[in-house]
């Protein structure tokens, strides 16, 4: 790592920041002509200068990639990416996610022949929870299929799914499932190459335009492990941005088969589970940017909203003095505390 490894200056170069769940005690610095990589495993610690880092003025196309299954982490992450004030990126995200939707929209309408891809304004309404928050940055949600326990259609794995699909969409992102995902964390070839295989475009959005377009192709069924991976990530599912949808994600609820585990996550079933988490989420978010003193009303408003969001998430999430008792006790996650408390010990 660098001794200046935050440069404050303004850079031409593309930045990439991958926030993830594994144990480091630093960060990892890789670059290329091109790009600035930094890979964070601690949020919390690294926060005040990751901040410094996004709120410094740019030329270059800035890449969030998340690896983050702990979900409290995860939506906390969310929030902190969607505290930036930048308008402009902002902007340009929900552009790119209009061309990529209108894509998809006239793929599934005329199949390969698209022609042209511009669709009238009427028909760009988008759906509520698709990129109605979007991030200044360019999105990419990971999911490590570890974390799905070799069973991606228990209710555990598909509610992991349906909810990181959910905020990816709502941002505005690229959802990824992948195997030998840690190999992100090492190597700058790798990344720039995972980038490319999910159909990131390292450009600016003007040249983009310019050039000739590439559109990934999604992959909605899982794709079992493969042998000879040659060290290099491999994606099992894939949500490019603008292809998603609520109904597709719905779709994951009639896989959770195993009832008795049903009750510890929450399933989406039916356009008012969605509407339920949508305006539960979009409750939290407000709340949180509404940068008020923390010791007004409306910052304890901000402490019930997320209550209420991890109450819906969790339906095991009946005893908050309970489970903040365990965390605070043994700095375990929500998820592992509603473990113990269905186990009983």
């Known amino acids: ?44 610690i690294f926060e005040k200068h990751l901040r410094t880092q996004l709120s410094q003025d740019t030329l270059g196309k800035v890449t969030i990639i998340t690896v983050l299954s702990n979900i409290e982490a995860f939506i906390s992450t969310m929030v902190f990416l969607n505290s930036f004030d930048n308008d402009e990126g902002r902007l340009q995200n ?20 698209t022609g042209g891809y511009d669709l009238d304004e009427a028909e760009l309404n988008f759906p509520p929870g698709h990129c109605d928050v979007p991030l200044p940055f360019e999105l990419v949600v990971v999911l490590d299929n570890v974390d799905l326990k070799n069973d991606h259609l228990s209710p555990r794995s ?3 799914q349906q909810l990181l699909r959910f905020v990816s969409l709502k941002h505005g992102g690229t959802f990824v499932c ?12 790798i990344i720039l190459s995972f980038l490319s295989q999910i159909g990131h475009h390292d450009i600016t959005q003007t040249q ?83 940068h008020v003193d923390q010791n007004t009303a409306e910052h304890r408003t901000a402490e019930e909203c997320k209550n209420d969001l991890f109450s819906l998430l969790f339906p095991d999430h009946n005893n908050s003095k309970k489970t903040h008792e ?20």
């Open 1 to 44: 790592m660098s001794p200046n490894i935050f440069d404050t200056s303004s850079s031409q170069k593309d930045t990439i920041i991958i926030l993830h769940q594994y144990a480091t005690s630093s960060i990892n610095y890789l670059y290329t002509n091109r790009h600035d990589i930094y890979v964070i495993s601690n949020l919390n």
């Open 94 to 113: 929900k552009n790119q996610f209009a061309e990529e939707y209108a894509y998809y929209l006239k793929e599934m309408q005329y199949g390969n022949d």
């Open 158 to 160: 598909v509610f992991l």
């Open 178 to 189: 992948t195997s030998n995902t840690q190999a992100l964390m090492t190597n700058e070839k």
């Open 208 to 290: 983009r335009i310019q050039q000739s377009r590439t559109t990934p192709e999604p992959i909605a069924i899982y794709e079992s492990d493969q042998s000879g991976n040659n060290g290099n990530v491999q994606v099992r599912l894939l949500s490019p941005k603008g292809w998603d949808s609520w109904n597709k994600i719905q779709i994951l609820a009639t896989s959770a088969i195993h009832e008795k585990d049903n009750l510890k996550y929450h399933i989406l079933a039916n356009e008012n589970e969605f509407n339920k988490l949508n305006l539960m989420y979009n409750a939290y978010i407000d709340s949180i940017n509404s």
């Open 326 to 345: 365990i965390q605070k006790k043994q700095s375990i996650s929500l998820e592992e505390v509603l473990e113990k408390l269905q186990s009983g010990s």
